[in-house]
């Protein structure tokens, strides 16, 4: 069927795009289709999203056939109860980084691509999330990988799955090739704690020839921040406006389970209660939180530019 890569620009979307595209040309066959989303700048002299900088460049080295796709922010904010429907959750980071997952399957499906494939659980597998830089010792850092793993049900895969199947589009994650997560989770993790995240990985492919030095040393960029700082804090202002300093004073009381700390997280709870408003339903979600009890970690906020190593390097 007609498949393509989901090309943020950042390593493991590049490298999984990078590699299907070397062997579309070993094997002679036309070019791969690459895909990558953000948010549409607010005039002609807008700085454009960080990821779509990014994908385009690694287009451009590896040879894809690339689209480009932009959304605003009201159509986001349009999305978002379809998205709370679809993935059955109130995980704030989630639907940050669903909604334009979903946006973007809805593209692809119009241009009749059937599967894609994606870089889900490289972070995970790797610590790769910028928080992992405060991790104590090799053993508090391989026990956070593990968790990570074990719960990408909850989260990443949750959303790459909901977002793109809710249009009949199916993505495969090749970082969880069963083999291969044996033999990266069998890695020393003193190995993969170093002044960048995921040394390992990139160390692999520096061989200038896989992608550009730029983007194979670039440090991580949550999906949700990458497609445009504006979206979150916009989401932020947004729900400022959506829930009342009263509602919100009674948080506790009107959700007693996973009481909603921010009003971005409470708005977000208000939807899914109005699609799944018995208790039960609300305890089959989790929530994706940082290690806050590790010293250096300086926000609870799942967003990787609430961290203090953002763009430290």
């Excluded at 790459?160 to 989770?185: C, H, I, Y």
């Excluded at 007693?256 to 209660?273: H, L, V």
Aim: aromatic share 12%; proline share 5%.
């Amino acid at each position: 069927v007609p498949f393509g890569v989901l090309l943020s620009g950042g390593l493991d979307s590049s490298l999984i795009a990078s590699i299907a595209a070397k062997v579309r040309r070993d094997a002679e066959l036309p070019r791969i289709k690459s895909f990558a989303i953000g948010m549409k700048p607010l005039n002609s002299d807008g700085v454009l999203p960080p990821d779509i900088i990014a994908a385009q460049k690694v287009a451009d080295f590896i040879g894809t056939e690339h689209h480009t796709f932009y959304f605003t922010f009201q159509d986001g904010i349009d999305a978002i109860p379809f998205v709370i429907n679809h993935l059955e959750t109130y995980d704030i980071t989630t639907i940050r980084a669903s909604t334009p997952m979903f946006l973007l399957a809805r593209k692809i499906k119009a241009l009749g691509v059937k599967m894609v494939l994606s870089g889900e659980g490289a972070d995970e597998i790797f610590g790769g999330y910028l928080y992992f830089h405060a991790a104590p010792t090799p053993d508090e850092f391989h026990k956070e990988c593990v968790r990570r793993v074990n719960d990408l049900h909850l989260f990443d895969c949750l959303r790459a799955n909901k977002s793109t199947m809710a249009w009949g589009v199916e993505v495969r994650v090749p970082f969880l090739d069963v083999s291969f997560l044996e033999q990266a989770m069998q890695i020393d993790p003193s190995l993969k704690m170093r002044d960048i995240e995921k040394y390992v990985l990139r160390k692999a492919f520096d061989n200038g020839e896989t992608l550009p030095n730029e983007i194979l040393w670039r440090q991580k960029e949550q999906f949700s921040d990458g497609v445009g700082y504006g979206w979150i804090d916009g989401l932020r202002q947004f729900a400022e406006t959506c829930v009342s300093d009263t509602d919100f004073s009674q948080a506790s009381v009107t959700y007693p389970y996973n009481t909603p700390t921010t009003k971005e997280a409470y708005w977000y709870r208000q939807i899914f209660a109005a699609q799944f408003p018995k208790e039960c339903h609300a305890r089959t979600v989790a929530k994706w939180v940082t290690k806050t009890e590790w010293k250096g970690v300086v926000s609870a906020d799942p967003s990787g530019r609430a961290q203090q190593y953002h763009l430290a390097k």
